[in-house]
């Protein structure tokens, strides 16, 4: 028994002696490795203490040193699995759950960073550093649940607030960077919600959820074609992303609705074209582009059916949701002009002509003024109840009938407001009259020119001459004599 003891002890001697050289070689390694970390050389600090690892692979704190020069690389994920090597190791190296705690939330996993940080407590309860990661991790955990309210409640703002405030505490957490790029694009912040998918993307080229951020983005942009390959691309990679999925199944539905609307719309099938604009529209409430785009297509289609007060509404939606689209103030100026709404269509033609200073942007917006500055005149043409395109007979016609009307001797009996506002209208008629029969005068009026300023003013006319001038003259010409006893609406012509 004694020799076997003898025989084991010489076989053990030289095992002893390796595993002391190993072990002080791997310190050796560990020195360097901590000299090149206090110069801030973290490669080179890595490659050492790689080397004491391989030297040594069961000294935790070989690991844990690893792991921090791993997390100044801001190598999260391998200094994570590093830090739980030194932990399963030696169950008491604070240090370790400490690092590993850090991992975990700058990686976005704060539950698991909260039981570390726990843990170290435990160890060493008054450590102020663990308490102080402990708090952030709460308040990460905070923000993660109220960043989800938010997302339910559609209000995306809050939701990036939330994630900025949970980024500057787990600044490498790629579902943090995620859903803030997502609610980005959902705001029309297309740049930035680019920037960081692009990011992720630059260290991850198979990230789907960044993928799927990027084709949002063009979605989005009304770059459907692009998108949908982005979308196909992150399913590739995640086959049960489902946002991916809706996204490209929306993409292609709006593009073909889209489409279908446009070519029924070319073969002046209106009604048709409104109901697809109508569909497509109720495909995804967030595409801002394409649904301004809808909006004013449908509106353009309202005023092909004759319903401007229908596509005014729906040029008014599609600027609500891009102010900066053009067409939508020219087809809303436009309808504005053809109900005679002359005040709105100059604020459009305005805001048109200041974002694109052209010849044709300045004549409407021209037109549209010179049209409102008639409209503040006496409208000669409605006076009289003819279009602006009468013909000279027919305003003859007109005034005949209307003077006839409202003649002061017909309404001698009534009251005295009655009286003076027939006399007043009398007036009106004469006065229209007077313009409009006069061929240069009813061209100046047309043009918008003042004919208060013209030599010929209006200021001497009277409408009682220009009534006699018009039935002849008071010698054999009319009279409302025994008016009286006609029935109403009748006159009595005395020729002589």
Same mark, same amino acid.
């Given at each position: ?18 595993? /002391? ?61 590093? #830090? ?53 991790? %709460? ?5 993660? $649940? ?42 029309? $912040? ?7 998918? #692009?990011?992720?993307? $630059?260290?991850?080229?198979?990230? @789907? ?10 979605? +989005? ?25 809706? /996204? ?67 040029? %008014? ?11 939508? +103030? ?68 007109? +005034? ?43 061209? $100046? ?33 009319? #009279?409302?004599? #025994? ?5 109403? @609406? ?7």
């Amino acid at each position: 028994m004694a020799d076997v003891d003898i025989d084991m002890q010489m076989e053990l001697e030289p095992q002893i002696i390796i595993d /002391a050289d190993m072990e002080r070689e791997a310190e050796g390694f560990k020195e360097q490795g901590n000299a090149f970390y206090v110069k801030k050389d973290y490669s080179e600090a890595f490659n050492y203490y790689t080397k004491a690892i391989d030297a040594c692979p069961k000294n935790a704190s070989y690991y844990g040193n690893r792991a921090a020069t791993l997390m100044m690389l801001c190598r999260f994920r391998e200094a994570l699995v590093d #830090s739980q090597r030194a932990v399963r190791l030696d169950d008491c190296f604070m240090k370790g759950h400490l690092r590993e705690g850090k991992c975990h939330l700058s990686l976005g996993n704060a539950m698991a960073a909260s039981r570390c940080f726990q843990k170290v407590l435990e160890l060493e309860p008054s450590n102020s550093q663990a308490q102080q990661e402990h708090k952030n991790a %709460t308040a990460v955990l905070e923000y993660e $649940r109220m960043a989800d309210f938010d997302f339910e409640k559609r209000d995306f703002r809050k939701v990036v607030y939330s994630m900025d405030k949970a980024l500057g505490l787990a600044s490498t957490c790629h579902r943090f960077k995620i859903l803030k790029a997502e609610c980005l694009a959902l705001l029309g $912040r297309y740049p930035e919600a680019q920037s960081v998918a #692009s990011d992720i993307l $630059r260290m991850d080229s198979t990230n @789907g959820d960044a993928l799927y951020v990027r084709g949002l983005c063009l979605y +989005y942009e009304d770059c459907i074609d692009k998108a949908v390959q982005f979308f196909v691309q992150a399913l590739r990679m995640a086959p049960d992303h489902e946002k991916s999925r809706l /996204a490209c199944r929306n993409a292609k539905a709006l593009k073909a609705k889209k489409e279908e609307g446009n070519k029924v719309f070319k073969d002046s099938n209106f009604e048709a074209a409104y109901r697809l604009y109508s569909e497509a529209l109720a495909i995804d409430p967030n595409n801002i582009k394409t649904n301004a785009k809808l909006y004013c297509n449908r509106g353009t289609v309202g005023a092909k059916l004759n319903k401007p007060d229908q596509a005014i509404e729906d040029c %008014t939606s599609a600027i609500k949701l891009d102010d900066t689209y053009i067409k939508a +103030y020219l087809r809303r100026a436009q309808c504005y002009m053809d109900i005679e709404q002359y005040e709105e269509a100059v604020r459009d033609y305005e805001k048109v002509y200041q974002t694109e200073k052209t010849k044709e942007h300045k004549h409407l917006l021209k037109t549209a003024q010179l049209e409102l500055k008639k409209s503040k005149r006496k409208d000669y043409y409605k006076v009289l109840g003819v279009g602006k395109n009468a013909t000279e007979d027919e305003i003859k016609k007109a +005034y005949r009938k209307r003077a006839l009307m409202h003649h002061p001797d017909r309404h001698s009996a009534a009251t005295p407001e009655v009286q003076k506002e027939e006399e007043k209208k009398f007036k009106e008629m004469g006065e229209a009259f007077t313009v409009l029969s006069d061929p240069k005068k009813k061209t $100046r009026y047309d043009c918008g020119h003042d004919l208060e300023d013209d030599s010929n003013n209006m200021g001497d006319f009277n409408a009682n001459n220009i009534f006699k001038t018009f039935f002849g003259g008071p010698a054999g010409g009319f #009279s409302f004599e #025994s008016s009286q006893n006609q029935a109403p @609406g009748n006159v009595f012509f005395q020729f002589g």
